[in-house]
């Protein structure tokens, strides 16, 4: 098992501590740096400014969000990182949520997320292939565009730039089991937001027909400290967040996952006190074992201790969350 940072996005502003957090994993061995976006700062950027400070790590985006770029759009930043970090690039993708979606990017949720993610990912493959020029009769993602304002003059074409690698690995976020199965299908890896060793069997059965080198990445935030009700208390402060605040009501796919790992009215009332303005009882809603079981928090035996039960299961490459580089030292020497 692997290890990689996750730095995640940036709240109010810049961290002045990622450079030297990246820089940090990469002296320690770790295998991969990962940065991500939500609606403030986006993913390639703060990457691409960490390529720049550091050699051999490889980089990720863990996610991008497909609703931000078309796939054409994706898949150059992502040729381009690639060549400008000499091969490192992993390309982490998401749908998110129609919160998102609409209310920020301003696009419609697609009915079908299966379809529209497939048809994503079709168009990245084939502008990293750079075998013809790039055509989808798709049903979200036509190629040339097809709707009924097109001029009827588009043209397929091949990307100018030649991909450094036409295997650049593509993983996807997905919660559902349907999208998990699907991940499977069409991508390298899979990008889990919540992933618990001691409930392995709540991904068995989509992760069956995973091939060979197919990369299971799931983000753990991390924090050696000897009081582990503190510890948990930045885990909590962030399901709280995405179980409450990101998502309507009626359709959070963040709840939906929490409640198929055993917590259902759990979920339920941490959206109702988010939603009412109640977040410090949201946090304190959730429950310690859930933050616990998708966490590696508490003292270094402790997490040595849990440490084992991840690397019993089929991850391949557990990215870490912290910002706190005694934290990675541990997870370092403790993965070794």
Partial sequence: ?????????????????????????????????????????DAFTALTWIAA?????KLGTAIAQMAARTPTATAMQALTLDHLSGGRMRLGLGLSGPQVVEGWYGRPFPASPLTATRE???????????????????????????????????????????????DLPVLLGAEGPKNIAQTTRIADGWLPLYWSPYRTDAYEAPLAGAPDGFL????????????????LLPVKGML?????????????FHADLMSRMGYPDEARRIQDLFR??????????????????????????????????????PVTDLLITTRDPHTLRVLAELNT
């Fill in 1 to 41: 098992m692997r290890l990689g940072l996750a730095l995640g996005y940036w709240g109010r502003g810049p961290d002045p501590r990622h450079v030297e957090l990246a820089q940090e994993a990469e002296r320690l061995g770790y295998d991969s740096v990962w940065t991500a976006e939500a609606w403030g700062s």
């Fill in 53 to 57: 400070h550091t050699s051999r790590v």
């Fill in 120 to 166: 994503y990912v079709d168009i990245v493959r084939q502008v990293l292939r750079r075998e013809a020029p790039v055509t989808l009769d798709g049903r979200f993602h036509p190629l040339p565009y097809r709707g009924p304002d097109a001029t009827g003059l588009g043209k397929p074409l091949k990307p100018i730039t030649h991909p450094r690698r036409a």
């Fill in 216 to 231: 299971v990445a799931p983000m753990a935030l991390a924090r050696v400290c000897d009081d582990v009700a503190e510890g």
């Fill in 240 to 252: 709280a967040f995405y179980i409450g605040g990101m998502g309507h009501a009626a359709r959070n």
């Fill in 276 to 313: 009412r303005g109640r977040r410090a009882e949201a946090v304190r809603a959730v429950p310690d074992a859930f933050a616990d079981a998708i966490s590696l928090t508490g003292p270094r035996a402790r997490i040595a201790d849990r440490l084992a039960a991840w690397r019993e299961g």
